[in-house]
């Protein structure tokens, strides 16, 4: 499915994510590895994530909400998005650090991703107005959007 172009600035933040969690699920057992994938994930969530979680919990997920006793998904996808968010922040915020901690937090991330990117956005583009999906687009950090072409 062709990604709606409202979405495509979340979309765009999501590959510098895809690529930082690929690398850090590769992470060797050596300190400066662990510090560098660490820094670069970290810095991802915290710096770049905390808008595009904003927008999702308060728009998308807040509005595909009503739709939950229609469309069995729902349900689901909300659920499982909830977790995923809480589960990246317990990782963010342990307090030791090792690579297989790394490892965690990259995998995590990549399917975190690859689950919107499948199912989360998907359903967004089928169950919410343009209307929504343009508050989604306005509400998107304004340096991954392309405004000139709406997208």
Not at 94 to 119: C, K, N, P
């Amino acid at each position: 499915m062709k990604r709606a172009d409202r979405l495509q600035p979340l979309s765009r933040e999501h590959h510098q994510g895809l690529v930082i969690s690929r690398h850090a699920k590769e992470c060797a057992n050596d300190v400066e590895e662990i510090a560098k994938h660490w820094t670069a994930l970290t810095d991802y969530i915290n710096n770049n994530m905390t808008n595009h979680f904003k927008v999702e919990d308060d728009l998308m997920l807040t509005k595909l909400e009503s739709h939950r006793d229609s469309h069995p998904k729902v349900a689901e996808v909300i659920e499982k998005i909830a977790e995923q968010h809480n589960k990246l922040y317990q990782l963010i915020n342990s307090q030791s650090l090792s690579a297989a901690q790394v490892q965690e937090l990259g995998s995590t991330l990549y399917d975190h991703i690859r689950f919107e990117e499948r199912e989360l956005f998907p359903l967004v583009q089928q169950l919410l107005s343009e209307q929504e999906l343009k508050a989604i687009y306005e509400a998107s950090s304004k340096n991954v959007k392309r405004e000139e072409e709406g997208r």
